[in-house]
Structure formats: structure tokens, C-alpha cells
């Protein structure tokens, strides 16, 4: 009953592939985003969609490009992958915007670049 | 520039004692704040929330405090248990924003 369920959890793989992760929420949510932790622990906003619509998209490099086939995913392509990459990447979800609610996220992708 | 920042990486409680975890923000355009929890290889779990309309919000043992004036929201765990033992993280939006700033996150211990 995961209500955030990303694929895969764990992914190595070398500079300069190109690799996808995906997302999808059985919540109901009309919101869902991308953020990433980098070595420092912070955690960061890179996309939010709603509906299938693009609303941010955070400065991050158009080698990320996030597709949206309906509410309930959300899926993050990579290319050419560079070894700044690595991070665990976590996607979320809320039922409208954050404005007054909640995200909910999934237990993460970490993504290791040799 | 960090407009979240929590400034202690790390706390430790005795068991059945207060935890205190505070966080300081920059932007006064923050109208939501919220705490979440996060354990190893898991994503963050949400807590607790508060508006800038109020300046306390409890749920269990769990509350959250706002002072505007201040810039600072603290989270407050009575009594602390083992299984509180996690990384918290604040994190703050303006409405409109469409997004959640983090702070960094402080590592909780409980001790037994």
C-alpha cells in the first residue's frame, strides 16, 4: 500500500549513460515534484508538475528532463551523466500545491555515478 | 543562500526527557511551515504543520511553535521515546511558491 513508490532504489552506472527513474502516487494527488539531496543532506527542489503540467522547474541542467503521462507519475530521464549526478533523488507528492499542504514522498533513488 | 536554516546538526535526549529542535528562516514572504522526520534509507515522513496565522499547533506529543517576530519555529517532542531517534528536517513555502525549502536537518539521539 506504499503511497509513493519510486523505481529503482539503488542505481550505479557509469558517466555519460543515460538512465530513468520513475514515480508514481496512488494518493489522489494533483501535485507531484522531484528534489534532490545532495552530499550536504540539503534537500532541493528541481520540478513540480501538476496535472501533467510543468509549474517549476528549478534552474537544474535540461539534461533532466521530467515526463508526466498522468497525475499519478512523474518520471525523471537523465542523460549524459556526470559524476555531480550522484545524489539520492526523492519524488513527492501533495494534493494541491504545497501552499497549506503536506508532501509526501517516496524512500528515495540513489544514484551513484563511477 | 539558505533562507532555512537549522543551525544544530545534531542533538541527543535522555528518554522520557524534552526534545527542543529549532529552525530559523530569512524569507518573511513564508506564510507554512512544516517538520519532517526521516530515518536511514527512507524518504522523509511528514509530522507536523503550522500556518503563520497561528502560533502553536500540537498534535500528541508533538508541537510546533512560530514566532514571526523572531523568524523561528521550534518543534517540541514530550516525552522523548527510542523510536524518535531520526533526522528532522524543517521546511517552509510562500504562498504562490509552488515548492519547499528545506533546512539541512538535525540528527536526534534518544538515549535509553
Known amino acids: 500500500d506504499t503511497a509513493v513508490s519510486q523505481t529503482p532504489k539503488y542505481l550505479v552506472t557509469q558517466m555519460g549513460n543515460d538512465k530513468s527513474i520513475k514515480c508514481e502516487q496512488n494518493l489522489g494527488h494533483d501535485t507531484m515534484y522531484w528534489y534532490k539531496q545532495d552530499s550536504k543532506k540539503f534537500l532541493k527542489i528541481m520540478f513540480s508538475y501538476n496535472n501533467k503540467e510543468l509549474i517549476i522547474n528549478e534552474t537544474v541542467p535540461n539534461r533532466f528532463s521530467p515526463k508526466s503521462p498522468d497525475k499519478a507519475h512523474l518520471n525523471l530521464h537523465i542523460n549524459s551523466l556526470e559524476l555531480g549526478d550522484s545524489a539520492v533523488y526523492f519524488c513527492a507528492s501533495s494534493l494541491r500545491g504545497p501552499e497549506g499542504q503536506p508532501q509526501h514522498f517516496g524512500d528515495g533513488t540513489r544514484l551513484s555515478i563511477l | 543562500d539558505q533562507q532555512v536554516k537549522q543551525n544544530s546538526p545534531s542533538l541527543s535526549v535522555q528518554e522520557g526527557r524534552i526534545s527542543i529542535l529549532n529552525c530559523d528562516y530569512t524569507?518573511?514572504?513564508?506564510?507554512?511551515f512544516l517538520w519532517y522526520k526521516k530515518y536511514p534509507a527512507e524518504g522523509p515522513t511528514f509530522l507536523i504543520s503550522?500556518?503563520?496565522?497561528?502560533d502553536k499547533n500540537e498534535d500528541g506529543r508533538f508541537t510546533v511553535f512560530l514566532n514571526k517576530s523572531a523568524k523561528h519555529l521550534s518543534l517540541h517532542i514530550v516525552p522523548s521515546q527510542p523510536g524518535d531517534s531520526a533526522v528532522y528536517f524543517c521546511?517552509?513555502?510562500?504562498?504562490?511558491?509552488?515548492?519547499?525549502?528545506f533546512g539541512q536537518g538535525t540528527r536526534l539521539t534518544i538515549n535509553p
Open positions: 503550522i500556518s503563520s496565522i497561528k
Open positions: 521546511a517552509a513555502s510562500a504562498w504562490g511558491a509552488q515548492k519547499l525549502v
Open positions: 524569507n518573511s514572504m513564508f506564510d507554512y
